[in-house]
């Protein structure tokens, strides 16, 4: 593909993630567990999948797979300090684990990267989520 354009286009095009595919043993459940623990929209059915929409609009599609095997995934998300605290309150309501870092090294920790907070804990599917306050190297 050639810089700055897709097939006939010659100007510049802006790049954005639309949507991802999130494999979950009950999608549903799982959309769901996402919509309440960040406090975004209900999800809503679309084709097989559970959708639920971030505030910047990217849908993350939950799929389900019940008892199939799927490969789990790392899914970061930049929030504000209020969100951070509201996310991070339900984490500790609902006894979810959280480390400070990726590799699940530094438990019941929060880290302090470039100047904000970040934290990571799992989803019912073990994915990996992140919350952060500021992006990374900024």
């Known amino acids: 593909m050639a810089a700055g354009g897709r097939g006939g286009n010659t100007g510049p095009v802006a790049i954005e993630l639309n949507h991802t595919i999130v494999p979950a043993r009950d999608g549903e459940l799982s959309a769901r567990w996402f919509a309440e623990l960040f406090g975004v929209a209900e999800p809503v059915r679309f084709a097989v999948f559970w959708q639920v929409t971030t505030d910047n609009g990217v849908d993350l599609d939950f799929d389900t797979h019940g008892d199939d095997e799927f490969t789990t995934g790392h899914y970061a998300f930049l929030v504000d300090d209020a969100e951070f605290d509201a996310i991070f309150g339900h984490i500790g309501r609902l006894g979810i684990p959280y480390w400070a870092d990726p590799a699940r ?4 920790r929060i880290n302090h990267h470039d100047g904000g907070r970040g934290v990571y804990f799992p989803s ?4 990996l989520f992140e919350i952060i306050t500021r992006p990374y190297g900024g």
């Open 124 to 127: 019912p599917d073990d994915h």
């Open 105 to 108: 090294q530094q438990a019941g």
